[in-house]
T-cell receptor, first 113, second 111 residues
């Protein structure tokens, strides 16, 4: 069974803390994505990566950075968490071949106090 | 970044009713997708549409790719309790790896 695994389902952090959200996929996909999901706003793309050590800004990259040291792993980093980063974070991956279907992880719900 | 306009934002229906939702854009896309997100889970692909005018079914779900390539529709017939969740449309153009998502339609079934 294909799988995208996010390291934490629920996190609570304090303002100013550094936060790491980890994502691992076992499908040998080239593309990996980080989205945040907020009520009424749908899914908004934060960052994506086409290849190892490669990253591209999405629509809302401010306050975030990413790391892709290995093909299967894509990390989202909040250098100094703020309350407006309280959200559901979804990782996804897709192949450059075939029909571009995105496979999503289960999500990480982050609360910043 | 651009987003897709999805409506309605929420629906409250009784079991057995049919459901319709749609997605529109000011831009042309050559692929439309529909995803469903169960509570507490990530979205899962329901239907993919690759040709303007295409009508595709997946069980009780039917989706259409609009002729103008600027819209898509999803219908669910004879709704059942497990249909509850958030439905997202998404679209992209070949050569662009990023999907654009709609804002979602939250479906609730009233007992």
């Amino acid at each position: 069974d294909v799988k995208v695994t996010q390291s934490s389902r629920y996190l609570v952090k304090r303002t100013g803390e550094k936060v790491f959200l980890e994502c691992v996929q076992d499908m040998d996909h080239e593309n990996m994505f980080w989205y945040r999901q907020d009520p009424g706003l749908g899914l908004r793309l934060i960052y994506f990566s086409y290849d190892v050590k490669m990253k591209e800004k999405g629509d809302i990259p401010e306050g975030y950075s990413v790391s892709r040291e290995k093909k299967e792993r894509f990390s989202l980093i909040l250098e100094s968490a703020s309350t407006n980063q309280t959200s559901m974070y979804l990782c996804a991956s897709s192949s450059i071949l075939g029909q571009k279907e995105l496979f999503f992880g289960e999500g990480s719900r982050l609360t910043v106090l | 970044g651009q987003q897709l306009n999805q409506s309605p934002q929420s629906m409250f229906i009784q079991e057995g009713e049919d459901v319709s939702m749609n997605c529109t854009s000011s831009s042309i896309f050559n692929t439309w997708l529909w995803y469903k997100q169960d509570p507490g889970e990530g979205p899962v692909l329901l239907i993919a549409l690759y040709k303007a005018g295409e009508l595709t079914s997946n069980g009780r779900l039917t989706a259409q790719f609009g002729i103008t390539r600027k819209d898509s529709f999803l219908n669910i017939s004879a709704s059942i309790p497990s249909d509850v969740g958030i439905y997202f449309c998404a679209a992209f153009n070949f050569g662009n790896e990023k999907l654009t998502f709609g804002t979602g339609t939250r479906l609730t079934i009233i007992p």
